[in-house]
């Protein structure tokens, strides 16, 4: 059974009455009796569950024992279940909770994305998550920010320690620079490749050479990157653009912005850490700055010309990256055309038709005018679940908004490290007035600069919390936000680009063979909602008048 049946299904039924294969899934963190005891309980629990229900089919279950979850590499059965079930071996795979998958919830839900993605639901019993429910969308990305949470507490010593290195000019980053070895925190010229930096710096400089011309001549003058392959132009823009050549540090470049993916934003110049290694310990200088400066300038305007060159695309259409083809993957197109009458029908097209000719796909064109209502109905039946299900998940997590006390530890912190950098002035007082020795005040000095460490720390990691709470319940607030301009437009009849690009996620036009089209609809929850459209010959707008004659009288009435 696919998810989409078994989604239809979950809509009159519960998970327990669906004919499915299930498997189950148990794990303990240490070998002790006790912890064996439980998992052997965890066992015949799940053994039990699965047996004694008649509508479902037992598949043998997968068992770690002993292990920490500090990883999943050595997690043997954990990754046979996996590979069984992107083998299609079972259905469905019970667990107690989001926890037993992996050392974070982020991990666990990089794996049930990817379970989902071959048809294998998980259903986590303690959280009360189902991976089949149509909202589980939603679900996983609120439990995105529990996840984040939970990183940003394990990673903010990592953090801190970047942080630190900064600010004692620690080169970071990438250690595969041209023209650089890195060493120590410190970078060093390697003149093997040094020269290649200077010559291109010194001919792009003149203007009188593309960035892809400059990539032919060095691949014909042997010059290579690290893998043995061409210097990609690329490439070359950003050993252009990079400050280090000239002798710069530069610090504070990325961060990352999302913390599942690992993707990273690379900051405006006026937030990196920069400045001039006047000695050249740090980052050494490959090329004059004057000549950097001369580069940079052709690369400036030259980037200049390229975006005024560039014609501006029209993202103002209603169905724009939103529409596609499942035949043939591709997206649809709007075309416009003028009946008889003088008025304007605006349709879309399958664009994989559009380019390869009518046979090679069996779709046929959409008209806005048909769809407008079909996503005025899709809003209104999927409304006021969105709702129920935002504000359960706002109680259920509100204690993530709320910390009580943290203000006041951070102040207590912040006087600590006050009074240890008092303690220091005195201690240096006394030392140098003969009241104490020079051993001693070494000692003492010592234990008052680790005292105000481990209390920068504290204040460091308290501070990442806030600011999880605080992203947290910019999410919560974003996705009500979604809801209630959806509803406004709606209620206004603006089934417009702005309604569509808040309400509506994707739609998916699948052509049938009776030679209609089911479109399906998927709202920003997650939630996915079946329509269909009849093939007529013809066809000029018009289908469907009733249901439009209708749409627009309700909007006649708001008015």
Known sequence: MDIHSIRQELRTKSIYDIPLRVTFYARVSSESDEQLNSLGNQVSYYEEIIRKNTAWEYVN??????????????????????????????????????????????????????????????????????????????????????????????SSRVRFGHAQAIKKSVVLGNSRIFGYVKNGGRLEIDETEAPMVRELFERYATGEYSMKQLETLFWKKGWRNHNGKRIAHTTMSGIISNPKYKGYYVGNKVKVIDLFTKKQKFLPPEEWVMFKDETGGIVPAIVPEEVWEKANTVLKRRSEDVKNRQGICNHRNLLTGKLFCTHCGAAYY???????????????????????????????????????????????????????????????????????????????LRQQIALAHKKKSKLLGYNAAGQLSDQDFLSMNRACDQEIAAAERQVYEL???????????????????????????????LISKGFVDKYIDQIFATPEPEGSLRLQIKVFTGETTDKYLANLRSRTGHTFKKMIEAYEEKLASQG
């Not at 090679?360 to 005018?369: Q, V």
């Open 334 to 412: 709007r075309r416009d055309s003028v009946d008889k009458a003088g008025m304007k029908n605006s349709k879309w097209v399958c664009s994989g038709k559009i380019k390869n000719g009518a046979d090679s796909c069996p779709s046929f064109p959409i008209y806005e005018k048909e769809l407008k209502p079909l996503l005025f109905q899709v809003f209104s039946e999927t409304e006021a679940d969105a709702e129920a299900l935002i504000g359960e998940y706002i109680e259920m997590f509100k204690s993530l908004e709320e910390e009580g006390g943290a203000s006041a530890q951070l102040e207590a």
């Open 61 to 154: 279950g997968y068992v770690d024992e002993g292990l920490s979850a500090a990883t999943t590499k050595r997690r043997e059965d954990f990754h046979r279940m996996v590979e069984d079930g992107k083998a299609g071996m079972f259905d469905l795979i019970i667990t107690k909770e989001i926890t037993r998958f992996a050392r974070n919830t982020l991990d666990s839900i990089l794996y049930t994305r990817e379970l989902l993605g071959a048809g294998v639901g998980v259903f986590f019993q303690n959280d009360n998550i189902n991976t089949f429910d149509e909202d589980s969308e939603l679900r996983l990305t609120i439990m995105s920010g529990i996840a984040q949470d939970e990183l940003r507490k394990l």
């Open 463 to 493: 501070e990442q919390q806030q600011l999880s709470r605080d992203g947290f319940r910019k999410q919560l607030d974003a996705i009500r936000r979604v809801l209630d301009e959806a509803r406004r437009d709606a209620s206004q009849g």
